[in-house]
């Protein structure tokens, strides 16, 4: 079993910014990839950005284009989690963020888990 706990959404104005945080518990295996997707109302779900546990550097991230450059995706290894830094915020940012955990080794290999989702709302 995994948790995810995601806390840090809010009501921000544009411009603003805000951290998201995600802590996992439970049956972690690394390697691993962590990352946020989004969702807003009337659209499907889509990566925000993501992050291994493993690389070249701390861990190798990937971004989604419209927000490269203002989101800051970081982890800690050793407490399982995941942040995400939200910078120069729109309104289309407004959504409902979700921590997504990836383990690419061991018995749940593929498996996606999923927080509770936290909101996030940007007034113009």
């Known amino acids: 079993q995994v948790q995810l706990v995601e806390s840090g959404g809010g009501l921000v104005q544009a411009g603003g910014s805000l951290e998201l945080s995600c802590a996992a518990s439970?049956?972690?295996?690394?390697?691993?990839?962590m990352g946020w997707y989004r969702q807003a109302p009337g659209m499907q779900r889509e990566l925000v950005a993501s992050?291994?546990?493993?690389?070249?550097?701390?861990?190798?991230?990937n971004y989604a284009d419209s927000v490269k450059g203002r989101f800051t995706i970081s982890r800690d290894n050793a407490k399982n989690a995941v942040y995400l830094q939200m910078n120069s915020l729109k309104p289309e940012d407004t959504a409902v963020y979700y921590c997504?955990?990836?383990?690419?080794?061991?018995?749940?290999?593929?498996?996606?888990?999923w927080g509770q989702g936290t909101q996030v709302t940007v007034s113009s």
């Open positions: 997504n955990y990836l383990p690419v080794v061991g018995p749940t290999k593929g498996n996606n888990y």
């Open positions: 439970g049956s972690i295996f690394r390697p691993n990839i």
């Open positions: 992050i291994t546990s493993y690389g070249s550097t701390y861990g190798s991230a």
